[in-house]
């Protein structure tokens, strides 16, 4: 029943919108006009938070990890935490994101996560993508849901994953796009003759999505160029090029409002490291990726808000393997101009008696808590338009990320 | 009043043609014997991934009737020549170094998928084949989760491919019974959580026997495996004093929720946890074989939908639990349902729907029956359903071999090509398998995806793919890459 009435009211939508690329015009007339930006990042794997953010003030963290724990700032000689406020600090690969920390421009959720509790990775990705944890039967993601109530635009650049496939977050009704790469985004000598044979075809979703997808193509040919070079300099991985290319489309003005990548291989079971070895060499790479990001954007970080995520954090123990397998509560990074930098959220504490389970860092922050605030703070989502971007839930109380 | 006895014939003979044509417009249901090309392009675009060369005029000639009761019965029906082409599978490697396990789980991914695509465009029991890829979405396990790749080979060649044309029950028990399934939804872990005094003596006593880490390793030992709670990808046991050890709902829900009840098939949470309850104990043996454990059971009397299961009972629980939804009239309806959806119309014709549940409940959850209902209704036939379902890439690439009549000599590219089109073969997450309406796929990037996939098979640029000499006239790309080659 509820297929049905999603299926129609997709249809009706692209029927009621035609299949003009009305967008490009609109486009053309939004630049220099500020739309908000959102850009999701999300660590597949659930990368260790507790060495990504370290309690240095907590000596629990040190009992329990005697081999993989960050030392204590100015501790050690082959490298330690980051001091932040004099509690929690960076680990020492994150030191590209301390100038953003200097600047208030960086902001942290401590402890946060999803009340489910499952420790399945594809479940808890799964939960965190739709925002609805525990509820599998959602069918589209949450920053879907956003270009769903935000705008009946038609334009597919509104919403682009640089990846190969659509992500959960972004599934859903509104048009949306996921590409390997802006140069790639093309049909091999132009497709005139393809485009001529979907603006005649009998079928209205094929002529709409057909349309969109010739409409992007000019778009992103015209205003993206062919010759682009990034205005930063960031790691040469696939991850570090899909974060150039979102700053390339930002720039070049073709209506993005929200944005999304990924960068896995977080799941150390064995030999996490600590300042150095596995953990370090992924923190390098996405630490260098996010500070190049917000350095390339320049102004747009002021209409910018950045948010990572990962499924859930890891036990607070280290395993006998020397490293950590799955856990609960985990650390949200959330960086641009609007941000209230600092360290949010309730901080649980690892005594024994105040872990989740017994075993891991409990969750005193929902993680739609972050992004209700996000999506209402900054975006500018009315009530309304809430209780569909999250539906069932209300946030309680918000942590605090964004300057009101 | 010969004139008027005339008149009055003349007057009927035309009320009839009026109602005939009226008839004839309004639903347009051709005779199920019709031979005329439209309609036998139509069942074949259905009952098959598209027609290959030929294939039209070798239908005409046996009768669609005939040519459809063939399909429903591929056990009549050679494949000798398909299953000729298709690549040998590598065994698991005995050892239980997890690096080696991580290799021999993608290298198997590939082959079966490999696999997949050669039998869809190769086998004669087209239809079979068709349903094989409709259960395995149904019944889905996601190839990536742990061990579930190991079990993959067999999951589909004992669980599904036998049990398409076999009655519900049974298709459901192989798969509810198969080691893929027990370890994607977790259920080989779940136990009975005041069992944990009994598993920890079993444990200590059985210490002795285990080889090795490896939770089960194939090594003949007829040892029952000892559930742990979250295997990682490394094999090694979380930590903590104790372990935490339960009942994991899992399993239960997507039981009712997806194969068989349907979301709203009317169970509640509390019928949820007397379906896990039920199915405690049934595990993964060392050998990754089924195996049932007393010793993790929860044998305290459940009810199930109103059903009571009486207390003392063990594997039979488990049983009475499939006896209990296979019977459901909303599981009769589900699977009606699904199925016209995916060999009728996205939306399903209510009526048509009916009758195939009916037919489940009568026949006893028949499938062969349930599919004939829906493959012989006027519906089915019916030209306005015609060219209304979407490909999904699979059935897209599938079709593409099969209209070209190319030959595949190698698989691997079109894998590849899957994966960036966004269906990867085995590698769907969630339990729901993938979408078979358009909805699911219409999207402006999928677009420009099979553009390009239709360009570089036209222009010869596959690796693997080798197109016949001569090709009808026209531009194959644009014939391929076209609106109407993407519906079917």
Redesign the interface.
Known sequence: ?N??V??KS??MAMLSLGFAPSFLGRAAAAIGSHRKLLIAIFQRGAVDGLNMIVPHGEADYYRLRPTIAIPRPGGERMGSAIDLDGFFGLHPSMAPLKPLWDNHSLAIVHACGSPDNT?????A??YMESATPGL??TRDGWLNRYLQVSSEERN?LRGVALA???PRSLEG?A??????SVDE?????G?A??EA??ES???P???A??S??FA??RTLRQAAGTSYRPGADYPQTPFGKALAEIARLAKADVGLEVAFTELGNW?H??NEGSVTGQIATRLDEFSRGLAALAADLGDRLADTVIVTMSEFGR?A?????R?T??GHGNAMMVIGGNVRGGVHGKWPGLAEGHRF???DLAVTTDFRDVFTEIVAGHMGVSRDGLSRVFPSYVASSTPGVIRA | MKSRVFTGFLIALVVAAAQLSADAAESRIPDPESRDDATITHVLNRLTFGPRPGDVDKVRAMGLASWIEQQLHPERLDDGAAAALLPPLDTAPASAD?RELRRFARQQIQSLASEKILRATYSERQLQEVLVDFWFNHFNV?AD?GRTAEYLAEYERAAIRPHVFDRFRDLLEADAKSPAMLFYL?NWLSADPDASERIDQMRTQRRANVFGRRPFGRLGRRVPVVPRP?P???G?P???K?R?RGLNE?YGRELL?LHTLG??GGYTQKDVIEVARAFTGWTIDRDGTFRFVPAFHDSAEKVVLGHKIKAGGGIEDGEQVLDIVASHPATARHIAYQLAQRLVA??PPAALVDRAAARFRTSGGDLREVVRTIVTSPEFLASTVRDGK?KTPFALIVSTMRTTGATVSDAHALVQTL??M?E?LYMC????GYHN???AW???????SR??FA?RVASGNMPGVTLPATLPPG?LA?RL???EF??F
Do not use: C, W
């Open positions: 029943m297929r049905r999603f299926l997709g249809a420790r399945s990775h594809f479940d990705q799964d599998k039967a597919p190969r496939t659509m009704r048009p949306a796009l996921a590409i390997g985004f093309g049909v091999r000598g497709g003759a393809f044979q979907y075809a009998t079928d979703l094929l002529r999505a057909g969109d997808a992007a193509m799941d079971h064995v036990a123990a280290e395993n006998g393997n490293g397998d799955h389970e017994g075993r | 997890p996601y989760k977790d979250q990682n990808q490394a090694n979380p930590q903590g104790k935490v899992n929720e979301v709203e996205d939306e979407f994966q960036q966004g990867p997450q969630p339990p729901t309406t358009a909805d219409i999207s402006a990037g999928g677009l420009v553009m390009n360009t531009d644009l890459g076209s609106p993407q519906r």
